[in-house]
Nanobody, 117 residues
């Protein structure tokens, strides 16, 4: 069955860094675009970053541009989110998302990121 398992979340001080990972299984990972979304308490889920299936094209939300980097390793069926210079407003549950042809849309369970001193 399809699985997306996020890891790497935790508590970090402002200005710190974290690297999230999302391990995929149960589908042809290399043909899916991958995205990271996040949802903070009381707020709507927002797109953080996206990467095309072959990894050549990336997009970022305005609030994370220049601080976050999305990447993927199709040989390992894994997508990453490197988060630098973290701010308290980055606190949220981060979700991994796989999409293909607007038909297939898979989500992970999420990993908590808390930025606090």
């Amino acid at each position: 069955q399809v699985q997306l398992v996020e890891s790497g979340g935790g508590l970090v001080q402002p200005g710190g860094s974290l690297r999230l990972s999302c391990a995929a299984s149960g589908f042809t990972f290399s043909t899916f675009a991958m995205r990271w979304h996040r949802q903070a308490p009381g707020k709507e889920r927002e797109l953080v970053a996206g990467i095309a299936s072959a990894g050549g094209v990336t997009t970022y939300g305005d609030s994370v541009k220049g601080r976050f980097t999305i990447s993927r390793n199709n040989a390992k069926n894994t997508v990453y989110l490197q988060m630098n210079n973290l701010k308290p407003e980055d606190t949220a549950v981060y979700y991994c998302n796989a999409r293909h042809s607007d038909v297939y849309d898979y989500w992970g369970q999420g990993t908590q990121v808390t930025v606090s001193s």
